[in-house]
């Protein structure tokens, strides 16, 4: 079992930045992939990054790419998502998964309770 507490969220201005933290309980943290979604109102949930279990591998969306970058520490149990030149249409709850490695909710069987990012313009 794994359980994850996602926090960092909060309300920026546009081209502002945040950095969200996952904190992850659970000695099996460092063999999964993790990975961030988000859903904005009245939205589906959607993928924005994942990371392996090493760190070596990283895929994200076209619409973050180049100013996200998720990380992980599995000595801390942690992983993050640097979120830079934010945009509103960032906005959205944004949450933490762990499981296999993929762009689809479906692949990941731990999620956190979410964290609120909110980008204004």
């Known amino acids: 079992q794994v359980q994850l507490v996602e926090s960092g969220g909060g309300l920026v201005q546009a081209g502002g930045s945040l950095r969200l933290s996952c904190a992850a309980s659970?000695?099996?943290?460092?063999?999964?992939?993790m990975a961030w979604f988000r859903q904005a109102p009245g939205k589906e949930r959607e993928f924005v990054a994942v990371?392996?279990?090493?760190?070596?591998?990283?895929y994200y969306s076209d619409s973050v790419k180049g100013r996200f970058t998720i990380s992980r520490d599995n000595a801390m149990n942690t992983a993050y998502l640097q979120m830079s030149s934010l945009k509103p249409e960032d906005t959205g709850v944004y949450y933490c998964?762990?499981?296999?490695?993929?762009?689809?909710?479906?692949?990941?069987?731990?999620w956190g309770q979410g964290t609120q990012v909110t980008v204004s313009s």
């Open positions: 998964a762990a499981g296999g490695f993929g762009r689809t909710a479906q692949r990941y069987d731990y």
């Open positions: 659970g000695r099996t943290f460092s063999t999964y992939a």
């Open positions: 990371i392996l279990w090493s760190g070596i591998s990283t």
